[in-house]
């Protein structure tokens, strides 16, 4: 029963996308949206939350020509998004489209409204002709559709326990039982899901690699730091994030609803795999590892948080690691602590250039963690954040992250979008 359970996990975690999922996302309800429409719209509204708008502002949309933010995705997603793809929906636009949806831009075409008191992950496309209209919600995942209307009326909506079915099984995990189904699983079974992780994030990584995306952090870290493995797990995965934040048309196989994260769980330990020669089987095995570890540590945070990302994804990679060198239960558990004890606060400030410098910088830590953790080197239960067992630790960092940095996140929003008058905040001590 466990073992069917990870495998329905993992089927549902590590599908393709192409480019950063919050556009995608808004650019899927979009597409869903004019589907059920039946026609082409004279106006679209997007109505989303914070963590949406934080995630979508800096972040190029794939295969729009450079185009940013919520109207570029919105629009691109209605005039040629194939919502059947859902998070590749954007595979098939022409330049035709890129060139309509460059022009509605420009005429005010869209609207956006920052929905608040709303789950993280919260869009509403809502499209409309004449006296027609059709939208579209999507709810804690990317590809999530909780509810449909057609001219006000609900014509599709899921329940609250059909939403949460594939939820269910995150609560039982831990590190042990993920080891165990890692050792254990009859690989043929899971390594089609696994071959085309390694081939589809290897491939956008050497094209982060051949071409200048973004500030070309994983270019930058072979150039200056050397092509010893401890830096090219880091460069490749912070390659990755190059291309894809700077709009490659590449897909990635994504992890907990991300596709940096799906690259930093997998590139690093596809690394470090090729560097020890270790067998075919054991990496299969070891991805297995990096991918439900990251996926069990961000269950506890949620979809969208201020907590980054890259973190518990660098975990999942550092504990695959110390897997192939050998490391025990308590080696892996403790690259996983010391993993966060020293780089638990990165926050996310969006999705966008910078999240390769964060991947970079999380690995960087994660790889410190395991070479402490073999030498039975480690943060001990009490300092911080650490409790006295790896799974008490891993609920603690979740709960900074989904509760304590509510309000951290609200401020990042407040920010970006230039809410804050940081002379008055500082006269008045806030």
Not at 33 to 57: H, M, T, Y
Not at 104 to 124: H, P, R, T
Request: proline share 2%.
């Amino acid at each position: 029963m466990r073992e069917q359970k990870y495998i329905d996990i993992l089927n549902s975690e590590l599908v393709p996308a192409l480019g950063c999922t919050e556009p995608i996302a808004i650019a899927y309800a979009s597409a869903k949206a004019r589907q059920v429409l039946g026609e082409f719209p004279d106006k679209i509204d997007i109505c989303c939350s914070g963590n949406i708008i934080k995630n979508v502002n800096g972040v190029k949309v794939p295969n729009s020509g450079g185009l940013k933010g919520v109207g570029a995705a919105a629009i691109l997603g209605a005039i040629g998004g194939d919502p059947n793809r859902e998070l590749e929906v954007l595979e098939t636009v022409t330049d035709l489209d890129r060139e309509q949806t460059r022009k509605l831009l420009a005429e005010g075409y869209f609207s956006c409204k920052l929905q608040k008191d709303v789950e993280n992950l919260y869009i509403i496309a809502t499209v409309r002709k004449g006296k027609s209209s059709a939208s579209v919600t999507i709810i804690n995942r990317h590809t999530l559709i909780k509810e449909i209307k057609k001219d006000e009326k609900v014509i599709y909506q899921v329940e609250g326990e059909k939403e949460d079915k594939n939820q269910k099984g995150f609560w039982n995990m831990t590190i042990r039982d993920i080891l165990d189904f890692a050792n254990g699983i009859d690989l043929d079974r899971i390594k089609g899901l696994l071959d085309r992780q390694i081939e589809m994030n290897s491939a956008i990584a050497r094209k982060g690699m051949e071409e200048g995306f973004g500030a070309q952090v994983g270019r930058t870290l072979l150039e200056t730091s050397g092509n010893e493995v401890q830096n090219r797990a880091k460069a490749y995965a912070s390659s990755g994030s190059d291309a894809r934040m700077g709009g490659c048309s590449l897909p990635v196989v994504i992890n907990s609803g991300s596709g940096n994260q799906g690259m930093t769980v997998s590139l690093p330990v596809i690394e470090y795999a090729n560097e020890w020669k270790v067998s075919q089987e054991k990496l299969y095995r070891a991805l297995l590892i990096s991918n439900l570890t990251a996926i069990h540590l961000k269950h506890y945070i949620g979809s969208l948080s201020a907590f980054c990302g890259a973190v518990t994804a660098a975990c999942g990679a550092g504990a695959a690691i110390t897997y192939m060198a050998g490391g025990t239960y308590s080696n892996i558990s403790h690259t996983i602590i010391n993993t966060l004890a020293n780089v638990g606060g990165i926050v996310c400030d969006g999705a966008k250039a910078s999240c390769a410098a964060k991947i970079s910088s999380a690995l960087d830590a994660a790889i410190l963690g395991y070479e402490l953790s073999m030498k039975d080197r480690y943060f001990e239960p009490g300092e911080g954040l650490i409790k006295d067992d790896i799974e008490s630790t891993i609920q603690s960092m979740g709960y900074v992250g989904r509760v304590g940095m509510k309000s951290t996140d609200i401020e990042i929003l407040n920010v970006m979008m230039n809410q804050v008058d940081f002379r008055e905040t500082a006269l008045s001590g806030r």
